[in-house]
């Protein structure tokens, strides 16, 4: 099995910069693709980036082209998410997830084997 834990959510003002990290532990030998995906209350679900194992290839969601960037290290076996520019709108529950094979990217939610517990990102106007 595979473990996933984000960190460095919190609270910021509109125009900070926020970095997430995901730490993977277990059988990280089994872990792929991944990638980063947001909650707002009342909403769905949704794809913020995602990233191939190499880090060769990535994919953005429209809302947050420019302003995020998706990276791996995959000797630390961690996933970041540098965010800056913060808006309001970035408010949510942001998940970490992994899946076991793939050799390209993967953006729905369905896809990924694994999942982190998500981490609280505020953003205030």
């Known amino acids: 099995q595979v473990q996933l834990v984000e960190s460095g959510g919190g609270l910021v003002q509109a125009g900070d910069s926020l970095r997430l990290s995901c730490a993977a532990s277990?059988?990280?030998?089994?872990?792929?693709?991944m990638g980063w995906f947001r909650q707002a209350p009342g909403k769905e679900r949704d794809i913020v980036t995602a990233?191939?194992?190499?880090?060769?290839?990535?994919y953005y969601a429209d809302p947050v082209k420019g302003r995020f960037t998706i990276s791996r290290d995959n000797a630390k076996n961690t996933l970041y998410l540098q965010m800056n520019s913060l808006k309001p709108e970035d408010t949510a529950v942001y998940y970490c997830a992994a899946r076991n094979s793939g050799s390209g990217y993967y953006t729905n939610a369905k896809f990924y084997d694994y999942w982190g517990q998500g981490a609280q990102v505020t953003v205030s106007s």
């Open positions: 277990g059988r990280t030998s089994m872990i792929y693709p």
């Open positions: 990233i191939n194992w190499s880090g060769s290839s990535t």
